[in-house]
C-alpha cells in the first residue's frame, strides 16, 4: 500500500512532467507570438532593447541557459515600478519567477519604488528567444517602459543617475548631489531609453497582495547577475532581504540547471 508521502512526491513528479508537456506544445504558438514582433525588412538588422530584471540578469543565464548573446548590456534603473514575485512555479520545487509592476496611485505602494537590472541589446533572434523561452505570453507579456542605464559602482551610481536625469530624488532621505552642468546632464534623452521587460501575463497574478517566496536557488542568482553588474548597495541589500520559501529538495533547481548548462558548454 502506498503512503501518503510517497503518493504526494508520485503528484509532485507527474505536475512536473505534465508542466514540461505544456510548455512543449505551446512553443509553436509562443514562436509565432514573438515572430509577429520582428521586423519584416530583412534588408535591415533590427535590435531590440530589454530589461532584465530576474534571472536573466545574470550574464551565464543568458549565455548558457538560453543561448543569447547578447550585443551590449549594462546597469540599468527602471522607476516607478516594484520588483514582485508573483509568478507561480511548481510548488516545492521552484515555486514562483519574478516580474515587474508599475506604481499605480489607485492602489497601495510607494511611487519612488525602483526596479535596477540589466539593459541589454539584442538582436531579432535573441530576442524572440527571450520571448519563447520565458513564457510569452502565457507567463509573462511584453511591458514597454524607459530604463535609465547607469556606470554602476556597487554604491549609489543608479540613484544618482536617476536623479540627474530625471530631476528628482528616488528615496525619501535628503541628498546634497547637486546636478551639475556637464553634458551628461543637459541631455537627458540619451540617458533615458525606451525597452521591453516582462510583466505578469493575468491579472490576477499582477493584482495578488502577496508574493510567493521563492527558492533560495533562483534568488541567488539574481544576486549573482546583480553583483555581477554592481547594482547599487541598497538594491543588493533589498533582494538579500526577500523571504525565501520551502523547497523539497535543496535549496531549488535554479542554481542546479545553471551549473548543468554552463558544464554542456564548456
Known amino acids: 500500500m502506498v503512503n501518503r508521502s510517497s503518493l504526494s512526491i508520485y503528484q509532485l513528479i507527474a505536475t512536473v512532467v505534465l508542466s514540461s508537456c505544456i510548455l512543449y506544445h505551446l512553443q509553436s504558438s509562443i514562436h509565432i507570438y514573438c515572430n509577429a514582433l520582428?521586423?519584416?525588412?530583412?534588408?535591415?538588422?533590427?535590435?531590440?532593447?530589454?530589461?532584465?530584471?530576474?534571472?536573466?540578469?545574470?550574464?551565464?543565464?543568458?549565455?548558457?541557459?538560453?543561448?543569447?548573446?547578447?550585443?551590449?548590456?549594462?546597469?540599468?534603473?527602471?522607476?516607478?515600478?516594484?520588483?514582485?514575485?508573483?509568478?507561480?512555479?511548481?510548488?516545492?520545487?521552484?515555486?514562483?519567477?519574478?516580474?515587474?509592476e508599475p506604481f499605480c496611485p489607485d492602489h497601495s505602494g510607494d511611487k519612488n519604488e525602483v526596479v535596477h537590472g540589466?539593459?541589454?541589446?539584442?538582436?531579432?533572434?535573441?530576442?524572440?528567444?527571450?520571448?519563447?523561452t520565458e513564457g510569452v505570453p502565457f507567463a509573462y507579456r511584453l511591458h514597454r517602459c524607459r530604463v535609465i542605464p547607469y556606470q554602476a559602482d556597487g554604491e549609489r551610481a543608479?540613484?544618482?543617475a536617476m536623479k540627474n536625469v530625471l530631476g528628482t530624488d528616488s528615496d525619501t532621505d535628503t541628498d546634497t548631489d547637486t546636478?551639475?552642468?556637464?553634458?551628461?546632464t543637459t541631455d537627458t534623452s540619451n540617458y533615458e531609453v525606451s525597452a521591453f521587460t516582462l510583466r505578469a501575463a493575468r491579472k490576477e497574478w499582477r493584482q495578488r497582495r502577496k508574493d510567493i517566496p521563492p527558492s533560495k536557488a533562483y534568488l541567488n542568482v539574481l544576486l549573482r547577475g546583480a553583483r555581477e553588474f554592481s547594482l547599487?548597495?541598497?538594491?543588493?541589500?533589498?533582494l538579500n532581504s526577500v523571504k525565501v520559501g520551502r523547497t523539497l529538495v535543496g535549496n531549488g533547481l535554479a542554481e542546479e540547471l545553471l551549473r548543468v548548462a554552463e558544464q554542456r558548454n564548456r
Do not use: W
Not at 543561448?67 to 546597469?75: D, M
Not at 540589466?118 to 519563447?132: G, H, M, N, P, Q
Open 179 to 184: 546636478i551639475n552642468n556637464s553634458e551628461q
Open 38 to 100: 520582428t521586423t519584416k525588412n530583412n534588408n535591415k538588422s533590427k535590435t531590440y532593447n530589454y530589461f532584465a530584471f530576474g534571472s536573466n540578469m545574470y550574464t551565464s543565464t543568458m549565455i548558457n541557459l538560453r543561448g543569447i548573446k547578447p550585443i551590449s548590456s549594462t546597469a540599468a534603473v527602471l522607476p516607478k515600478h516594484k520588483l514582485r514575485f508573483n509568478i507561480p512555479g511548481v510548488p516545492l520545487i521552484e515555486p514562483s519567477s519574478a516580474s515587474v
Open 232 to 238: 547599487d548597495e541598497d538594491y543588493v541589500q533589498k
Open 158 to 160: 543608479g540613484h544618482t
Open 118 to 132: 540589466v539593459l541589454y541589446k539584442l538582436s531579432e533572434k535573441d530576442f524572440a528567444t527571450i520571448c519563447s
